[in-house]
């Protein structure tokens, strides 16, 4: 497996790709504005603090992205092709990004188990959750992360961050 994290000089070649990606999966993903902010995205926007794009390539295919907005705190998402769920690329990429970023959040729905997992086995520790759309989220922190950092009136798992 090969991560590559995309950046200003090479985001005319991984960019089209990104976004066919994201487009064929989001909808299993439940991640329904997911295209939409990614497709806005531009090569300046790579260069901001605490965005990230992250991508893993197996024998040459996409197989998963993972990309942060203000470290996770706007926007972040994590898209599997579904027959590489049962892998350990999710965790391989929320480490890598949370090694790059050294703090990194990641909100995930509370029956997501798989990705659950992901974060839990990547080092991230669930620390909020929060209520969309009559889903309940949980946010998972990485790295140098602080309750603090996630403003909501949501109720706390925990009130002391890492």
């Given at each position: 497996?090969?991560?590559?994290?995309?950046?200003?000089?090479?985001?005319?070649?991984?960019?089209?790709?990104?976004?066919?990606?994201?487009?064929?999966?989001?909808?299993?993903?439940?991640?329904?504005?997911?295209?939409?902010?990614?497709?806005?995205?531009?090569?300046?926007?790579?260069?901001?603090?605490?965005?990230?794009?992250?991508?893993?390539?197996?024998?040459?295919?996409?197989?998963?992205?993972?990309?942060?907005?203000?470290?996770?705190?706007?926007?972040?998402?994590?898209?599997?092709?579904?027959?590489?769920?049962?892998?350990?690329?999710?965790?391989?990429?929320?480490?890598?990004?949370?090694?790059?970023?050294?703090?990194?959040?990641?909100?995930?729905?509370?029956?997501?188990?798989?990705?659950?997992?992901?974060?839990?086995?990547?080092?991230?520790?669930?620390?909020?959750?929060?209520?969309?759309?009559?889903q309940?989220m949980?946010?998972?922190?990485?790295?140098?992360?602080?309750?603090?950092?996630?403003?909501?009136?949501?109720?706390?798992?925990?009130?002391?961050?890492g």
């Amino acid at each position: 497996m090969r991560i590559v994290t995309v950046t200003p000089d090479n985001w005319e070649k991984y960019g089209r790709v990104l976004l066919q990606f994201v487009k064929r999966y989001e909808r299993k993903a439940k991640k329904p504005n997911c295209y939409r902010w990614m497709y806005h995205l531009r090569k300046h926007h790579l260069v901001q603090r605490g965005n990230s794009i992250k991508l893993a390539f197996w024998d040459g295919k996409l197989v998963a992205v993972f990309a942060v907005v203000e470290y996770g705190t706007k926007e972040s998402v994590l898209l599997i092709a579904p027959n590489y769920k049962e892998t350990s690329i999710g965790s391989i990429l929320l480490e890598n990004m949370k090694s790059d970023l050294s703090v990194c959040y990641y909100k995930i729905p509370s029956d997501a188990t798989a990705f659950i997992k992901a974060a839990i086995d990547a080092g991230y520790v669930a620390f909020r959750y929060a209520q969309e759309q009559g889903q309940t989220m949980l946010w998972f922190g990485g790295g140098h992360w602080h309750s603090s950092d996630i403003v909501d009136d949501e109720e706390f798992i925990c009130e002391n961050g890492g």
